[in-house]
């Protein structure tokens, strides 16, 4: 998507002016989406930093593959939303968005095994 | 506060928070599709939420990884582990309060008014001044 073609028309309006991207929020939203995963990345690897203590166990390892296999996750949904962003009108956001706030939970109960483990 | 996922259908008050998270298309066929600018800027502060949860799961790891021990025993996973607890609700209420709003929109009804940032405001504060007071005393002793 190119945020500069959008061009001036009444916000609502029917037909083609109605789907330009005014303010730009198609563009906004996956940039919101992009930062939010790379946000993730100090989780992931705050997850994976006991792995690499020296003589770790099999458990540390273990959640610090979880940790970056969730983000990895994060990553893709969000290239994945992008196209449904670049469509006109843009598809509206169902699961990616539950899958998000899932896998934050997630990062949290992986969070508390790598603190109390 | 608006009860925690729960919806008003037909005046009804009903459990189906989490039902209609996984069942979206139940969501679609309410109302009317909003103007998709509102629903992507609903899903801009749904995602701002989303980091403010993972700012606190980092902070939460990083509290159990870079404190040294604590004067009071096991303090140190205590404040990591409600930290990493707060950065899970967050995220919930985030899920929950972006299909509330969705749906509000769909319906154009009121959306959603929501004490929970003032709440996590005041948590966040008090924590602060707890570790602060903590921090004092030990260095005044």
Known sequence: MN???STPGTPGASGP???DDHGMSSFRTRLAWRRTALSAVAVGLLATRPAFAPGARSAPVLLAALAMAGWAALVGL?????RGLDARPPRPARRTVIAYALITVGFAVIGGLVVTL | MAPFLTFEVDNRRVFG???QWFDPEKTESVGETPDYRFSLANERTF??????GLALIAGGLACAQFLPPLPIEHLREIIAIALLILGAVVALRAVDHWARTERAMRTGTELPASR???ILAIVVATGALVLT??????ALR
């Open chain 1, 3 to 5: 945020p500069g073609e």
């Open chain 2, 133 to 138: 007071i903590a921090v004092l005393i030990q």
């Open chain 1, 78 to 82: 969000a290239y994945r939303r992008a």
């Open chain 2, 47 to 52: 995602l701002a939420w989303v980091r403010t």
């Open chain 2, 17 to 19: 928070g989490v039902r």
């Open chain 1, 17 to 19: 002016a109605a789907f």
């Open chain 2, 116 to 118: 929970f940032p003032a």
